[in-house]
């Protein structure tokens, strides 16, 4: 199939990637635009947004980057002027930011638990917020928010603040689709399970002994298909929820975990 989201403007949030390879917002990123998304990919690293737009340029898509602090409000006013300058619509949000913090009740601060809900939670919201407006005044839209096997399950070593941030992202999502559903706007979660991304090396470590190899091999092992997903399997999910094949698809959570959810 091609050109399944085509002439879409579609905002990608944490498009860049935190380390070398593929992160789940930059894969969707591309991903989109080859399918003929003109996407806007922000970052708060413009440097992380720029090797993404490079890479769709490079491909003969089309690609804006954005510099912006998604947990602040008028850097997402910005980032929607910025779209909306560029492309004249908003048709996608996706938004990928998160970051994990690993720990239990005692051990994580009340620190990490607000920065994991600004970054995680409120982030959504206010890009949610911001881009609503316009998607009613378009008669449509699709949001397509990330969310994690954590929402709804044990996943193997403790970090609290972060499952209950992605269990607040999926009550976001429904909240919206069922405020918005007659406006013709569908918003989707997708749960990614225990995906091979440059974010689990960057902070999961210490839920494992900080032995990066014993992680990834007890990551892998713990899939009934022996093998951690990858930035691209969440992207496709995505390309589907965002698209027109996805009309009637709204509030759901689509699981995207090789299984674990099934044990
Ligand atoms: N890797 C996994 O196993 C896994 C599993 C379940 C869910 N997820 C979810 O996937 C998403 C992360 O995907 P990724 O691999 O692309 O992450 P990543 O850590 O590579 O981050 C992507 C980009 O987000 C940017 N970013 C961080 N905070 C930001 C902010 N406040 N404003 C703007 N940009 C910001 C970073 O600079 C980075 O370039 C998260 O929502 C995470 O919870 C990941």
Not at 10 to 27: D, E, F, Q, R
Not at 32 to 44: C, I, P, T, W
Not at 214 to 222: F, G, S
Request: with cysteine.
């Amino acid at each position: 199939m091609t050109d399944r989201v085509k002439d879409k403007a579609t905002i990608v949030t944490g498009a860049g990637s935190i380390g070398p390879g593929w992160g789940n917002g930059k894969a969707a990123a591309v991903v989109y635009a080859r399918e003929g998304a003109l996407v806007a990919a922000v970052d708060r690293t413009l440097s992380a947004a720029e090797e993404t737009r490079d890479i769709i340029t490079g491909e003969g898509g089309q690609c804006i980057a954005v510099e912006a602090d998604v947990t602040v409000e008028d850097q997402v006013q910005h980032v929607v002027d910025r779209c909306l300058s560029e492309f004249g619509r908003v048709d996608i949000l996706h938004n990928n930011v998160g970051i994990p913090v690993v720990g239990g009740t005692q051990e994580i601060s009340a620190d990490d638990w607000d920065q994991q809900f600004s970054v995680n939670v409120k982030s959504m919201y206010l890009t949610c917020r911001t881009c609503l407006p316009q998607m009613v005044e378009q008669g449509s839209g699709a949001i397509v928010n990330i969310s994690s096997i954590a929402s709804i399950r044990a996943i193997g070593y403790p970090c609290i603040s972060y499952a209950a941030t992605k269990g607040a992202v999926n009550q976001l999502t429904q909240q919206i689709a069922m405020e918005y559903a007659a406006a013709g706007i569908r918003a989707n979660c997708i749960l990614p399970g225990l995906m091979h991304t440059p974010q689990i090396e960057h902070y999961v470590t210490s839920g494992y002994g900080g032995d990066k190899e014993e992680m990834i091999r007890k990551r892998h092992d713990l899939v009934p298909m022996k093998r951690m997903g990858t930035a691209w399997d969440v992207a496709y999910a995505a390309l589907f929820l965002a698209s027109d094949e996805a009309q009637y698809v709204t509030g759901t959570q689509l699981v995207v975990d090789g299984g674990i959810t099934c044990k």
